[in-house]
């Protein structure tokens, strides 16, 4: 028996979320669309309760948004931090996808410590807001090719090199980078590094001003002769070249769900509004009855409704997957290349249907429109996903199929 239906624990943190949504983001969401880079000071008041929530929950992985504790159901599955974060960010990111990329403590950087962290680390970074910092001018898609490099120095790294689009990079405490030991041994050589704000060597050049997602700050990093304690390195130092990336690409398999249920919250909150506006129009969507019996509009808003849930099934599929141990790294890719796709076309169909309404800033759809185009790009773009699916698919390499 499939049960499809959330937890009650589940619907529990979603109905919160949705409410943080609804009151705390909507009513401030224009205003920091059209004030890129101010911070959202009302997010302070909602870190500080999310902290609360977290003193008397505990948050298994150390980070992720509203994750709760563990929850073990009689047959011995977990719908634990993977699947609460997945569905707390779905029913934030209804309300703003950039204002939930801009709290407190719930950075990208967590989701890394979380993945490939050891205990003493997890401990000493809990409750550090960490921003992630892979991306360079010449390393994009391809992450292998980083050239920040890490160099022991008796009992520090010495970190060099540059770092662009770091989300939170400029408000977080901390950025975890990824750098190369030894770029002759490829991509086993890249391991992550946990570098405090305030180090000497790492500064803040630059603040992107962007298409959406624009209460988020999305900033350009230097790192000069950076020193780093030695057990800043998350995980091993060791490199084994048959390993791949080394356990750095473990932190992709958690955190491209959460981009998913991104895309799934951005798109429910256009359909949401559309079918309202429609409504009001004296048009009500027929389920019932086959699509031929329908008129154009409802036939469009049928399919897009399908196209959601299929994104929404598989972010929850990679999400629990993750949270039972199960390998997830296709589910992970799989999730986020059809819910962000699906969150683009659902955004600007949605634009459409609603004419000059849609389009107008009187109405958020333009800009849920403008924040869902990021999803299909960051934490590896819509064809990074699907080369990553079908390598899996048919057993190849990455040396094979690129
Ligand atoms: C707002 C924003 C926030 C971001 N946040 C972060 C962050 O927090 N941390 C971080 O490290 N990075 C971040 N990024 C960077 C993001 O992950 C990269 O932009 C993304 O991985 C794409 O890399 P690129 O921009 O270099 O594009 P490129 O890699 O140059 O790709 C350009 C185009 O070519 C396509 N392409 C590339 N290679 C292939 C291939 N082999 N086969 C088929 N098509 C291919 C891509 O799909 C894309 O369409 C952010 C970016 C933005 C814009």
Redesign the pocket.
Do not use: P
């Given at each position: 028996m499939i049960y499809l239906e959330l937890p009650k624990s589940l619907r529990v943190l979603a109905n919160q979320a949705h409410q943080i949504g609804k009151n705390v983001f909507r009513p401030i969401s224009q205003k920091y669309d059209e004030a890129e880079h101010e911070y959202p000071k009302e997010l302070d008041m909602l870190a500080a309760l999310l902290d609360g929530l977290d003193a008397g929950g505990g948050r298994p992985d150390g980070g992720g948004v509203t994750a709760l504790k563990q929850e073990r159901g009689g047959d011995g599955v977990n719908n634990g931090a993977n699947m609460a974060t997945c569905v707390g960010l779905t029913e934030l990111c209804w309300g703003d996808v950039g204002l939930a990329l801009s709290i407190p403590r719930q950075g990208?950087g967590n989701a890394a410590i979380a993945a490939v962290a050891n205990a003493e680390q997890k401990k000493r970074f809990e409750g550090v807001w960490a921003?992630?910092?892979?991306?360079e001018p010449g390393a994009?898609?391809?992450s292998a090719n980083i050239r920040t490099t890490a160099r022991l120095d008796g009992d520090e790294w010495v970190l060099n090199g540059e770092?662009i689009?770091?989300?939170a990079?400029s408000r977080a405490d901390a950025v975890v980078v990824w750098a190369t030991l030894d770029r002759n041994l490829g991509r086993a050589a890249i391991k992550s590094f946990v570098v405090p704000h305030g180090t000497p060597g790492m500064e803040v050049v630059r603040l992107d001003r962007?298409l959406g997602?624009r209460a988020s700050d999305?900033a350009s990093i230097t790192l000069s002769d950076c020193r780093i304690p030695k057990d800043n390195l998350l995980g091993t130092e060791d490199i084994d070249t048959k390993e791949g990336f080394g356990g750095v690409m473990q932190t992709f398999d958690n955190t491209r769900p959460t981009v998913a249920a991104m895309a799934v919250g951005v798109a429910r909150a256009a359909l949401d509004h559309t079918h309202e506006l429609l409504a009001k129009e004296g048009i009500e969507v027929r389920y019932r009855g086959s699509i031929h019996s329908k008129n154009a509009v409802e036939a469009e808003l049928v399919r897009m409704e399908a196209e959601w849930e299929a994104g929404r099934l598989l972010m929850l599929k990679a999400s629990w997957m993750a949270d039972n141990g199960i390998p997830n790294s296709m589910e992970a890719s799989m999730s986020k290349a059809k819910a962000a796709r699906v969150a683009n076309d659902i955004t600007l169909r949605c634009v459409e249907l609603c004419g000059g309404e849609g389009y107008s800033q009187r109405r958020l759809l333009e800009k849920w429109a403008r924040d869902s185009k990021?999803l299909d790009?960051?934490?590896?773009?819509?064809?990074?996903q699907l080369?990553i699916i079908a390598r899996r698919v048919l057993g190849k390499r990455s040396a094979e199929l690129?």
């Open positions: 990208l921003a992630m910092a892979i991306t994009g898609s391809d770092k689009y770091v989300t990079g962007k997602i999305t990021i790009i960051f934490e590896g773009t819509q064809q990074i080369l690129r």
